[in-house]
Antibody, heavy 121, light 110 residues
Framework: QVQLRESGPGLVKPSETLSLTCTVS????????WSWIRQPPGKGLEWIGS???????IYSPSLKTRVTISLDTSKNQFSLRLSSVTAADTAVYYC???????????????WGQGNLVTVSA | QSVLTQPPSTSGTPGQRVTISCSGS????????VNWYQQLPGMAPKVLIY???HRPSGVPDRFSGSKSGTSASLAISGLRSEDEADYFC???????????FGGGTKLTVL
């Protein structure tokens, strides 16, 4: 059974960098398509970025100047860094596995439980 | 503003059939498959329908999906109180080179 768990601070100050880690069990992050997705309170889902083939990364055009996704294959974890945060970045951040082939036909299953990050001084 | 357009809300009574629409464009729905996610209150989303009309194991056959052109829809028959949730459509956008989501539809079971 594949499980994902996000971890990281729940509060980040404006202009600082948000950092989250997703720990994966039951599957290797060197396979599949792994993503970060966020959901502002009471709003819809927004894709942040993904990696696949063990290291190829792609980012949302609206966030790419501020986002970095990195991998630690020894721990089977991947991380998100979002710089220069503002209140608009307040959201529940999910990590998720993408399955399916080819990549444009992926669906996300499973998802982590989510990590609420509030940006506030 | 979401790339895919869904009605913000819909409702139905137990046993009724409801449908939720998802409208996109040539750069997303037309050339790619559509997936649907169910988000129960306070929970993470869960895949309900993948590749337009496939149900993961464990999802009742009361749920069905379809796609035509630049639109897709989710149908729920025999509505039950536990179906009360938010439903999101999703697909790939060739212009953005990434997945896109609808704004979500809140289903209320009266």
């Amino acid at each position: 059974q594949v499980q994902l768990r996000e971890s990281g601070p729940g509060l980040v100050k404006p202009s600082e960098t948000l950092s989250l880690t997703c720990t994966v069990s039951g599957a290797s992050i060197t396979s599949y398509y792994w993503s970060w997705i966020r959901q502002p309170p009471g709003k819809g889902l927004e894709w942040i970025g993904s990696f696949y083939n063990g290291g190829t990364t792609i980012y949302s055009p609206s966030l790419k100047t501020r986002v970095t996704i990195s991998l630690d294959t020894s721990k089977n974890q991947f991380s998100l860094r979002l710089s220069s945060v503002t209140a608009a970045d307040t959201a529940v951040y999910y990590c998720a596995r993408g399955v399916g082939d080819p990549i444009p036909w992926v669906w996300f299953d499973p998802w982590g439980q989510g990590n609420l990050v509030t940006v506030s001084a | 503003q979401s790339v895919l357009t869904q009605p913000p809300s819909t409702s139905g009574t137990p046993g009724q059939r409801v449908t939720i629409s998802c409208s996109g464009s040539r750069s997303n729905i037309r050339g790619n498959t559509v997936n649907w996610y169910q988000q129960l209150p306070g929970m993470a989303p869960k895949v309900l329908i993948y590749s337009n009309n496939h149900r993961p194991s464990g999802v009742p056959d009361r749920f069905s999906g379809s796609k035509s052109g630049t639109s897709a829809s989710l149908a729920i028959s025999g509505l039950r109180s536990e179906d009360e949730a938010d439903y999101f459509c999703a697909t790939w956008d060739d212009s953005l080179n990434g997945p896109v989501f609808g704004g979500g539809t809140k289903l209320t079971v009266l």
